[in-house]
């Protein structure tokens, strides 16, 4: 009797996209992974900042539009090297400030806003610190700001949140336009 062919194992990575990793300025390579099913957890990680994962609850409706998949903050869990920190991510409707996320870890306040069509601000306790750029393919561009000191949680928070919830947003009289011209003949 012939042997039997090998039963092909299929792989557990299969539907997980490569990292992308980007060359910062202040901190070299820094890789943003999203990992297990349908992408629910974000890793941000690279030899000279802490390791951020933001994860999506099982279970959580995935918006194809953002991609950790929700703004939902119920349904995030945040951690930095494996402590808790707190993200809340804004409804994101018209305005740009909308498109805000908040996050808190050991003392400390960040804050993502859109400020122009592609990019978004970093502020760590109100002092703005860069201003980050992501087309949504986890691949992100930082920006220091000269002379304001930048420390490796800054630069894996800036990342983490670019990535997941994206930058940038129209003003909203730009939108306004837009609707207007939609609804015209």
Known sequence: MPDAAPVPVPDANANTPEPAATEDDHYGEISVELEGEHGRTLVVSGENIPRITLTRA???????????????????????????????????RLSRRS???????????????????????????????????????????????????VEPLDAAIGYALSAAFGTGGQPLWMMAVDAVSTALP
């Open 58 to 92: 099982p279970g959580a409706e995935a918006d194809d539009h953002i991609v950790i998949g929700t703004r939902d903050p119920v349904h995030l869990t945040l951690t930095v090297d494996g402590h808790d920190a707190t993200v809340l991510p804004a409804k994101g």
């Open 99 to 149: 498109y805000r996320v908040d996050v808190t870890h050991a003392g400390t306040s960040y804050r993502l806003v859109p400020d122009s069509v592609p990019s978004s601000r970093l502020t760590r306790d109100g002092k703005h610190l860069g201003d980050f750029s992501s087309d949504g393919d986890r691949r992100v561009i930082a920006e220091w700001r000269a002379g304001v000191p």
